[in-house]
T-cell receptor
Framework: EAGVTQSPTHLIKTRGQQATLRCSPISGHTSVYWYQQALGLGLQFLLWYDEGEERNRGNFPPRFSGRQFPNYSSELNVNALELEDSALYLC?????????????FGNGTRLTVT | AQKITQTQPGMFVQEKEAVTLDCTYDTSDPSYGLFWYKQPSSGEMIFLIYQGSYDQQNATEGRYSLNFQKARKSANLVISASQLGDSAMYFCAMRPLGGNKLVFGAGTILRVKS
């Protein structure tokens, strides 16, 4: 069974540009989560999508947005990039409705803003 | 709101010895799940072990066990017979059983010495 896949692995952008990160969940998982992990810090919750809808959002500005497609894959968009957006962005998927279902993470996209 | 506290920024352990990584949590939810993840230097998040708040027994998965003390709101991870490959960042996380996103602690870096 294929795990959660993220692309690209690395992304280098300049301040003010837009970044698009992509995620494909494990087959059968309808929920997709996005987390930001800045260097040396823990994981900060960004967004949760399920069945194509945004279900929850973390404490991030509106320039962080995304969507989930009918095949449950997801895209994270970051507009007007700032230097502090440099981080590892982790996508995860899970089954909904099972209390002990862990989040399964991809290998992440490392975004560098110069 | 949920909060996870990991008070040990870094830990050292001798190969083949056991080590305990501390995790305390704060929640007003009556039901919740507790998770531990391992993050090697490569960045991927690896699910290790799960404990439900109403589980009667402490969870075990191979060399990993969870010392769950509900009254103290602690869920410490015990790694037995440490191996060099155990060197990584370890995160404790919590999810209310009615919710979906995981809330993570700041993590503990574990270094196994030969």
């Amino acid at each position: 069974e294929a795990g959660v896949t993220q692309s690209p692995t690395h992304l280098i952008k300049t301040r003010g540009q837009q970044a698009t990160l992509r995620c494909s969940p494990i087959s059968g998982h309808t929920s997709v989560y996005w987390y930001q992990q800045a260097l040396g810090l823990g994981l900060q919750f960004l967004l949760w999508y399920d069945e194509g809808e945004e279900r929850n959002r973390g404490n991030f500005p509106p320039r962080f947005s995304g969507r989930q497609f009918p095949n449950y894959s997801s895209e994270l968009n970051v507009n007007a990039l700032e230097l502090e957006d440099s981080a590892l962005y982790l996508c995860a998927s899970s089954l909904v409705g099972q209390r002990n279902s862990p989040l399964h993470f991809g290998n992440g996209t490392r975004l560098t803003v110069t | 709101a949920q909060k996870i506290t990991q008070t040990q920024p870094g830990m050292f352990v001798q190969e083949k010895e056991a080590v305990t990584l501390d995790c305390t949590y704060d929640t007003s939810d009556p039901s919740y799940g507790l998770f531990w993840y391992k993050q090697p230097s490569s960045g991927e998040m690896i699910f290790l072990i799960y404990q439900g708040s109403y589980d009667q027994q402490n969870a075990t998965e191979g060399r990993y066990s969870l010392n769950f003390q509900k009254a103290r709101k602690s869920a410490n991870l015990v790694i037995s017979a440490s191996q060099l490959g155990d060197s990584a960042m370890y995160f404790c996380a919590m999810r209310p059983l009615g919710g979906n996103k995981l809330v993570f602690g700041a993590g503990t870096i574990l270094r196994v010495k030969s």
